[in-house]
């Protein structure tokens, strides 16, 4: 239980490099479409096989980018449940993947999504705010194919999407921002407020369908039209770098005004993850946030950032099922997710 | 803040020997008054200095019982508090002190205590179940007592008191239980329901005023006429070991059937307890059960009983303000009893 390979983990969130920070990592993704094939949704079997063996072909041509195809069907459920929560997946696609591949880089940072909502979907994971780089890294990858397939491009709309809220850049940029402070100080609700009133969107820890309990949110542009993929990441960017200013305003406020309160959240988050038997997953995600603001504060001592990085994914179900090597109930499952913090934490402990 | 000289305690609390067991104490309380003298409620301040001074004679010709008498007008409002804490005083006479006195051996086991409700009140306090030993204890003073000075006794009622409730014997016996696993499994409320309908009282943890809704709780007899000292004693001992009996079988149902939850929730508490900065008193007293409880059951390793019995009265705001030498509001009051509570876990384990 205590050797996980590190290969089991994306690479953008293992690294051992930098500061915890507010912003925990980068998504990017591009939406596409062959312009002589149906929408996935429209088309039969045919057409997305099609479809699909263009992506396996440019694979195959593309070696260097080292893009590994796999038929989500070829694929245990587990295995599917874990490409969910990495992100690279919708839920629909654990339930239904008939058709559906995703061709991966090693670490998992790259992706092409296949017969999902879109023919194809370019997507790029990156550790902290990475946008520009993320986009850079997509943009790269898009021309590469768009160089090789025909995509449906609407001279004067731009890129052709399955749903009419993609067309144009294609470009869903999001951020995934911890912001236990905002939480605590209770700014958090005017500050969500006002990044939608701006015309982003605001999510939970798993995107659209949950709701926003946690102190994990995903700011995302809404606007793929009538602006370049520059301007919608500038603006994004520029609106994350406030959220992040706020977020560490109210946590110097805590240490300044509230030091106790904050030590003693803190204190009593790690004794629960040290000491409890069975554990949920929203109080895991609640605990550990408690446990990641009182290393960025400097309450306690710091834990190796990669452990607490992985525990955010390992303490979720398909996660703790693929690690345990069998399908567990939620009573199980709160018992190894329990067990599994507490041993690793005990490993992130710096030396 | 480490060291506490083991005399703060009353010595009933700090006995190393014994298991820790669902009984925690027991106390013996036989109401008497004089004679020749108005009810202390009654009575004029002459009339309650007489009565005080007859056992002030008593206690100097009879060094041997080493009670020592206070007027509780000569302390302070703290070291009364820790009076009432320990639950040899009223809080009514932390308030009103005036011609109240305590005379008490050193180890605070036998106390009489002058001009509160009656004249007088020999009270006996012991650790475990010890209601028959506790007795004879109270009987011996109440002999010599009587044997000097004149008592109230008609002839039919038995011993007068001030509060027609106590006429008769004069007697309360009550022992102080604690029953986590029979609050875990649900099994409290009919099993109290129960003591009540057989004629016993329960209270909380802090007597009369106190709610139900702690895991510890006393219970006592309700009749004081019409029976001898050693019937009641005999019907409380006998409610008493059933009760025990019923916490005894949930412990080992839980142990048996619901190990994990019993696991979780003492891991839980004596984590929150080395991890917090702030407690409140009740929630101290639910992790300090379940701490105890884990001691009882085997799920965690011991800590020393005297360590653990005594932060039950360490944590109580009077105790807490002794131990500081200070005076202190609700919140800091909250920091001390978290910050003792951790040191004194560290020391308390056993070696």
């Not at 930098?18 to 057409?47: H, M």
Request: with cysteine; net charge positive; aromatic share 4%.
């Amino acid at each position: 239980m205590n050797r996980i390979s590190k290969s089991f983990f994306p690479q953008w969130l293992t690294k051992d490099q930098g500061d915890y920070g507010t912003v925990i990592s980068t998504r990017i993704r591009l939406a596409r479409n062959f312009q002589d094939l149906c929408f996935p949704q429209a088309a039969g079997p045919k057409e997305q096989e099609k479809a699909l063996q263009r992506i396996e072909a440019f694979t195959r041509q593309n070696v260097q980018l080292r893009l590994k195809l796999q038929r989500l069907q070829d694929q245990d459920e587990t295995q599917r449940g874990l490409l969910f929560e990495r992100g690279l997946i919708s839920m629909a696609s654990v339930q239904e993947p008939d058709k559906i591949a995703l061709a991966c880089t090693p670490g998992q940072n790259i992706s092409l999504l296949i017969n999902e909502e879109d023919h194809l979907r370019i997507q790029v994971m990156q550790e902290g705010e990475g946008l520009t780089t993320a986009l850079e890294t997509a943009q790269d990858l898009d021309d590469s194919l768009g160089s090789k397939l025909s995509l449906a491009c609407h001279r004067q709309f731009g890129f052709l999407t399955a749903c009419p809220t993609n067309v144009g850049t294609g470009l869903r940029a999001s951020v995934m921002l911890h912001l236990p402070a905002l939480a605590l100080t209770r700014g958090i609700v005017q500050m969500l407020k006002a990044v939608l009133h701006i015309g982003l969107a605001v999510r939970g820890f798993y995107g659209e369908e949950t709701e926003l309990r946690s102190v994990f949110f995903q700011i995302s542009n809404h606007m793929t039209l009538g602006r370049t993929e520059e301007e919608i990441i500038k603006h994004l960017a520029g609106v994350v770098r406030q959220v992040v200013e706020r977020e560490e305003e109210a946590r110097r406020i805590l240490l300044k005004e509230k030091r106790q309160l904050l030590e003693d959240k803190v204190g009593r988050a790690l004794g629960i993850l040290t000491g409890c038997r069975m554990l949920g997953l929203e109080e895991a995600l609640d605990l550990l946030s408690a446990v990641r603001l009182g290393m960025e504060t400097g309450v306690i001592e710091r834990i190796k950032k990669p452990v607490l990085n992985e525990m955010l994914l390992l303490v979720q179900p398909a996660h703790l099922q693929a690690f345990a090597g069998k399908s567990m109930k939620a009573e199980e499952q709160m018992a190894w997710r329990a067990e599994l913090i507490r041993k690793r934490l005990k490993l992130g402990k710096k030396s």
